[in-house]
C-alpha cells in the first residue's frame, strides 16, 4: 500500500494537489480536516468539543486523532492501493504513532512537504475565507496557525527526513505545476 502524507502550512495546497494524487493514482484522500469537520457537523458532544479547539487555532489532541485515522483505516476496502493524509500528522507523537500503527498494518508512509512563503499563505486563506464559511479563516487565527503550524510540526519533517523518507516540494507556481513537482515524487516511489 502506498501511503502518503502530504504535509504543509495551512494554505499551502493540500487539498487540491490530493485531489489531483487521487484521480492520477487511485488513492484514498483523507483530510483530517474533512474528518473533524464531519464530525463538527454531525452535531454530536464530540464534535463540539472539537469545535470548540478548533474555532480558536488549536489542534486536536494526538489520541483523539488517532483513533480515528485507526478506525478509518479499519473501514478501507480490501485492496486498497494507498491513502494520501492530508494534515495528518502534525506532531512528532502522531508521526510515531502513526508509523507504529501502520507497522502493524505491515505498511508504511512518505511524507511530501509543500512549501510556500508566509505572506502567500496568508493571502490564499483569506481569499479562500470569504466563500469557504470557515470560521478559521480569518487573519487572527491564521496567524496563530501558522505559529502553531511551525513550532509543532517541524519536528514530524526531521522525523521523516531521519527515516529517509521525506520530499520537500515548491508549493509555489500553478496548480500543474505544482502536481508536476509531486508526480516525480510519487513517481518514484
Same mark, same amino acid.
Given at each position: 500500500?502506498?501511503?502518503?502524507?502530504?504535509?504543509? /502550512?495551512?494554505?499551502?495546497?493540500?487539498?487540491?494537489?490530493?485531489? @489531483?494524487?487521487?484521480?492520477? @493514482?487511485?488513492?484514498?484522500?483523507?483530510?483530517?480536516?474533512?474528518?473533524?469537520?464531519?464530525? &463538527? /457537523?454531525?452535531?454530536? !458532544?464530540?464534535?463540539?468539543?472539537?469545535? /470548540?479547539?478548533?474555532? +480558536?487555532?488549536?489542534?486536536?489532541?494526538?489520541?483523539?486523532?488517532? !483513533? #480515528?485515522?485507526?478506525?478509518?483505516?479499519?473501514?478501507?476496502?480490501?485492496?486498497? *492501493?494507498?491513502?494520501?493524509?492530508?494534515?495528518?500528522?502534525?506532531?512528532?507523537?502522531?508521526?510515531?504513532?502513526?508509523?507504529?500503527?501502520?507497522?502493524?498494518?505491515?505498511?508504511?508512509?512518505? #511524507? &511530501?512537504?509543500?512549501?510556500?512563503?508566509?505572506?502567500?499563505?496568508?493571502? !490564499?486563506?483569506?481569499?479562500?475565507?470569504?466563500?469557504?464559511?470557515?470560521?478559521?479563516?480569518?487573519?487572527?487565527?491564521? *496567524? *496563530? !496557525?501558522?505559529? &502553531?503550524?511551525?513550532?509543532?510540526?517541524?519536528?514530524?519533517?526531521?522525523?521523516?527526513?531521519?527515516? +529517509?523518507?521525506? @520530499?520537500?516540494?515548491?508549493?509555489?507556481?500553478?496548480?500543474?505545476?505544482?502536481?508536476?513537482? &509531486?508526480?516525480?515524487?510519487?513517481?518514484? #516511489?
Amino acid at each position: 500500500m502506498l501511503n502518503i502524507i502530504l504535509c504543509g /502550512a495551512p494554505g499551502s495546497g493540500k487539498g487540491t494537489q490530493s485531489e @489531483y494524487i487521487v484521480k492520477k @493514482y487511485g488513492l484514498e484522500h483523507l483530510s483530517t480536516g474533512d474528518l473533524l469537520r464531519h464530525e &463538527i /457537523a454531525s452535531g454530536s !458532544r464530540f464534535g463540539q468539543q472539537i469545535d /470548540a479547539i478548533i474555532s +480558536k487555532g488549536n489542534l486536536v489532541p494526538d489520541d483523539v486523532m488517532l !483513533r #480515528l485515522i485507526d478506525q478509518y483505516l479499519e473501514k478501507l476496502p480490501a485492496g486498497t *492501493k494507498g491513502v494520501i493524509f492530508d494534515g495528518f500528522p502534525r506532531t512528532l507523537n502522531q508521526a510515531i504513532e502513526f508509523e507504529k500503527m501502520l507497522a502493524h498494518k505491515q505498511t508504511s508512509s512518505h #511524507l &511530501i512537504d509543500l512549501h510556500v512563503d508566509e505572506d502567500e499563505l496568508i493571502h !490564499r486563506l483569506l481569499e479562500r475565507g470569504k466563500t469557504s464559511g470557515r470560521s478559521d479563516d480569518n487573519l487572527e487565527t491564521i *496567524k *496563530k !496557525r501558522l505559529v &502553531i503550524y511551525h513550532h509543532q510540526t517541524e519536528a514530524v519533517s526531521k522525523y521523516y527526513k531521519d527515516l +529517509k523518507k521525506y @520530499y520537500a516540494v515548491n508549493g509555489t507556481g500553478t496548480v500543474e505545476e505544482i502536481f508536476g513537482r &509531486i508526480c516525480s515524487i510519487v513517481d518514484s #516511489l
